[in-house]
């Protein structure tokens, strides 16, 4: 008796059972898509631990740019132009690796500052850097020998960055001898210049449609950026 009364039971909740199975499934299977992979960090905590010398707020940002410009991008180089020139401030990191591939001084423009760079601009002949994502173009090799070509892709704030010959080049002012000597960097017309020692293997690492973010608290920037705002589709925000 105790058996048909358990088998009845089992019968009559079944179909309740059958429509909530499908709510249940919706819920899991959305969580599952929304949440990364098990054991893999978001993007800015990833860099956070490979770069821990980096303000939190520019690997963040770059990790939000770079989401917006192009996800599946395989580097990404960071400048933290809120550090002195003193300090390594240009990190290159391997998305897919997830590795570090470069810590590195890097120089900032004449105009923006001495020690500290305070001020950026994309007008031709300022001499000061640009704040920004760029996606980066071909190396060649000019008047400051090997050299990695940029494309700004903010509207008014670096979109003026191939014109300036705004690039990646290596120089002999970026050096510990020179901070020994000075207290700063050398400076550049607003090129970010490296170690003339690592010239070659960095602009190697990142040219051909990699990407490239300079970070900087500007309270304009941070506000107006398309790409910190992300308010379209990656492909037509990062071919503009």
Same mark, same amino acid.
């Given at each position: 008796?105790?058996?048909?009364?358990?088998? %009845?039971?089992?019968?009559?909740?079944?179909p309740?059972?059958?429509?909530?199975?499908?709510?249940?499934?919706?819920?899991?299977?959305?969580?599952?898509?929304? *949440?990364?992979?098990?054991g893999?960090?978001?993007?800015?905590?990833?860099?956070?631990?490979?770069?821990?010398?980096?303000?939190?707020?520019? &690997?963040? &940002?770059?990790?939000? *740019?770079?989401?917006?410009?192009?996800?599946? %991008?395989?580097? &990404?180089?960071?400048?933290? +132009?809120?550090?002195?020139?003193?300090?390594?401030?240009?990190?290159?990191?391997?998305?897919?690796?997830?590795?570090?591939?470069?810590?590195?001084?890097?120089s900032?423009?004449?105009?923006?500052?001495?020690?500290?760079?305070?001020?950026?601009?994309?007008?031709?002949?300022?001499?000061q850097?640009?704040?920004? &994502?760029? =996606?980066?173009?071909?190396?060649?090799? #000019?008047?400051?020998?090997?050299?990695?070509?940029?494309?700004?892709?903010?509207?008014?704030?670096?979109?003026?960055?191939?014109?300036? %010959?705004?690039?990646?080049?290596? %120089?002999? +002012?970026?050096?510990?001898?020179?901070?020994?000597?000075?207290?700063?960097?050398?400076?550049?017309?607003?090129?970010? *210049?490296?170690?003339?020692?690592?010239? +070659?293997?960095?602009?190697?690492?990142?040219?051909?449609?990699?990407?490239?973010? *300079?970070y900087?608290?500007?309270?304009?920037?941070?506000?107006?950026?398309?790409?910190? #705002?992300?308010?379209?589709?990656?492909?037509?925000l990062? =071919?503009?």
């Amino acid at each position: 008796m105790a058996l048909r009364l358990n088998v %009845a039971a089992l019968l009559f909740s079944l179909p309740f059972t059958l429509l909530t199975l499908p709510l249940h499934a919706d819920s899991f299977f959305s969580q599952v898509n929304s *949440a990364p992979p098990s054991g893999v960090l978001p993007l800015h905590h990833q860099l956070l631990q490979l770069a821990p010398q980096a303000s939190p707020d520019a &690997l963040r &940002l770059a990790a939000q *740019a770079l989401n917006c410009a192009e996800p599946n %991008a395989e580097r &990404l180089a960071v400048i933290d +132009y809120s550090l002195p020139s003193t300090e390594p401030r240009l990190w290159v990191f391997d998305l897919r690796q997830h590795k570090l591939l470069f810590e590195e001084l890097v120089s900032h423009g004449q105009g923006s500052g001495d020690a500290q760079a305070e001020t950026f601009s994309n007008t031709p002949d300022s001499h000061q850097s640009s704040i920004g &994502l760029f =996606r980066t173009m071909n190396s060649y090799y #000019g008047r400051n020998g090997y050299s990695l070509r940029l494309e700004g892709l903010e509207p008014n704030v670096n979109d003026m960055a191939f014109e300036r %010959a705004i690039v990646i080049h290596g %120089a002999d +002012y970026v050096s510990d001898a020179f901070i020994t000597q000075t207290g700063r960097l050398g400076r550049s017309h607003g090129c970010p *210049a490296v170690r003339v020692e690592v010239t +070659y293997p960095l602009i190697d690492s990142l040219k051909e449609d990699q990407y490239v973010f *300079a970070y900087y608290p500007d309270a304009e920037w941070l506000t107006s950026s398309t790409f910190l #705002g992300c308010t379209a589709a990656p492909a037509q925000l990062a =071919r503009r």
